[in-house]
């Protein structure tokens, strides 16, 4: 039997982990993403001009933290940890009203990554031989014998990023359409806020209820490890639909919801917006992925709650069972 060929459109996490799963099975598998960088929704951003002392330090701007707990993922983050690539940060979160704090929540150990999320997925993929960015995918198209990308054929192709993204890509009468068509997404703006010095009290992360301009607040200092003070919130998502054309337009209301719920006694010295149209899926699926035979989807869609493992897990399982069935 020849060596079976395989797209992988997007590098996130879900996508790299499919095409490690594939290429354990010997699968020759080619990874496109039109983004300059692999990582996805796992996103870092690299401070600059901001005229602090902080300027060239990174901060999350994507996915806050990740947690684990099948224990093929455990694994995954075990590996990290043991090089230094992640680090425990917190099992508790403070939860927060529009005027202030009003509790401590205790949940799952969440993991942050000293040179930001990102840098897992480029972990990962450093081990796949052909990843190919930024190269935006355009058409996926079925032939007799498998599927084109862009004209390029393949046996199959994995489509790992959100189902508008997928849908874009396939015609309208592609069965994996029909598959995709149901799922809505929701919005985010992400916050970067740094400040001169840290001038609210500590906290390691915020849940914020009852407020539609913040949902969630992180102290990056204390993620990274470094105590720099800069803060980064996430607003909620009809904030957000408001203003994905203008993301800017947002700050005033984000920067003082987010005054409000830390308790900071001084404004930032510097701070950016960082929009996100599909930040999240509104509904889970109920299984881990589709493959019909050609076109395979993965993601954080598939599966429960929307994060990091899901997305991986989601991944690596349609890896594994495309090869098999591929074989
Ligand atoms: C603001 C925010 C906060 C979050 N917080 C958390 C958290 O605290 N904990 C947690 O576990 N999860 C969190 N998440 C969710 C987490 O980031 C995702 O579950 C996970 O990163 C999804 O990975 P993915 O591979 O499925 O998709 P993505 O990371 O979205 O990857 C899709 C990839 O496809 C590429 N792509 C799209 N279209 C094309 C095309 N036409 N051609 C080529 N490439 C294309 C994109 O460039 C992207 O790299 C958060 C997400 C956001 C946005």
Redesign the pocket.
């Known amino acids: 039997m020849s060596t079976r060929s395989v797209a992988v459109?997007?590098?996130?996490?879900?996508?790299v982990s499919a095409a490690l799963a594939l290429r354990s099975h010997g699968v020759e598998v080619t990874v496109?993403?039109?983004?300059h960088r692999v990582?996805?929704?796992?996103a870092t951003r690299t401070l600059r001009g901001t005229g602090l002392p902080y300027d060239g330090r990174v901060v999350d701007v994507?996915?806050?933290?990740?947690?684990a707990s099948a224990p093929a993922f455990q694994a995954v983050v075990d590996s990290w940890a043991a090089r230094g690539l992640l680090r425990a940060w917190t099992d508790t979160f403070h939860v927060a009203g529009p005027d202030g704090r009003t509790g401590v929540v205790a949940g799952p150990l969440r993991y942050a990554a000293p040179a930001g999320l990102r840098s897992l997925v480029e972990d990962l993929a450093a081990d796949l031989p052909l990843v190919v960015h930024p190269?935006?995918?355009e058409t996926v198209e079925r032939v007799a014998d498998g599927v084109e990308v862009d004209g390029e054929r393949f046996d199959a192709v994995v489509l790992?990023?959100?189902a508008p993204?997928a849908t874009d890509?396939l015609a309208a009468d592609d069965p994996a359409a029909a598959v995709l068509a149901d799922q809505r997404w929701e919005p985010?703006l992400?916050l970067v806020a740094a400040y001169d010095e840290r001038c609210w009290p500590a906290f390691d992360a915020m849940f914020v209820n009852d407020s539609v301009v913040v949902d969630f607040v992180a102290d990056d200092g204390r993620r990274r490890g470094d105590d720099a003070p800069v803060l980064v919130a996430?607003s909620g998502a009809v904030l957000a639909a408001g203003h994905l054309d203008d993301p800017a337009s947002a700050a005033p209301a984000l920067l003082e919801a987010l005054e409000h719920a830390v308790g900071a006694t001084a404004k930032p010295a510097w701070f950016d917006l960082r929009r996100?149209s599909l930040?999240?899926p509104r509904t889970p699926l109920a299984t881990a992925y589709s493959f019909d035979g050609v076109v395979g989807l993965c993601?954080?869609a598939w599966g429960a709650p929307?994060?990091?493992?899901?997305?991986w897990t989601s991944g690596h399982d349609l890896g594994h069972v495309m090869a098999t069935r591929l074989a």
């Open positions: 459109v997007g590098a996130g996490i879900s996508g496109l993403d039109r983004a990582g996805g929704r796992m994507g996915a806050a933290y990740l947690t190269r935006e995918v790992a990023m959100p993204q890509l985010t992400t996430h996100w930040a999240r993601g954080d929307p994060r990091v493992e899901t997305a």
